[in-house]
């Protein structure tokens, strides 16, 4: 089973984000209080634990959150995922809007690495139903709306 590892936020953009307990997204919005939520595309970031452990194997000291992601997932390969896919993560049911992103500034990661995961194998997602997702919760993918 795919299921949610963590669950980070950061209160700026630009900032490694903290592991909380739980956050709500908001349908159209994103987590709340978090600095990346918006009326935009890329309101939630993903990242798998298993690119987090590539980073590791380089060498660095880094866990969830500090590549700026919101849900450290594990058992999904969520850089294959097509664009428009959609999961049911916890309560929640998120659309795929982007994979992968442009870096405009070398981050501290890449700095100490040569490298940074998130570019490449982190997925960015609108929020389509809205709901509390927690560590433990499973990720899957759905064709429809879930129930509530």
């Known amino acids: ?20 307990p739980a956050v709500e997204l908001r349908e ?12 935009w595309h890329r309101q939630v970031s993903l990242l798998a634990s ?37 999961l049911q993560v916890g309560e929640t049911l998120l659309e795929v809007t982007q994979i992968g992103k442009e ?10 690495a040569g490298d940074c995961v998130m570019p490449k194998e982190g997925i960015f997602a609108r929020v389509l139903v809205g709901g509390v997702i927690k560590p433990g919760d499973e990720v899957r993918m759905t064709d429809g709306l879930q129930e509530k």
């Open 1 to 20: 089973m795919a299921q949610v590892i963590a669950v980070c936020i950061s209160d700026n953009k630009g900032e490694r984000k903290k592991p909380v």
């Open 28 to 39: 159209n919005h994103g987590i709340v209080g978090d600095a990346h939520a918006g009326d």
């Open 50 to 86: 298993e690119s987090i452990d590539k980073m590791r194997k380089l060498g660095l000291d880094v866990d969830a959150g500090d590549f700026a992601e919101n849900i450290t997932t594990s058992g999904i390969e969520l850089v294959s995922l097509p664009v428009g896919t959609r």
């Open 103 to 112: 870096c405009h500034t070398r981050c501290a990661i890449y700095y100490q």
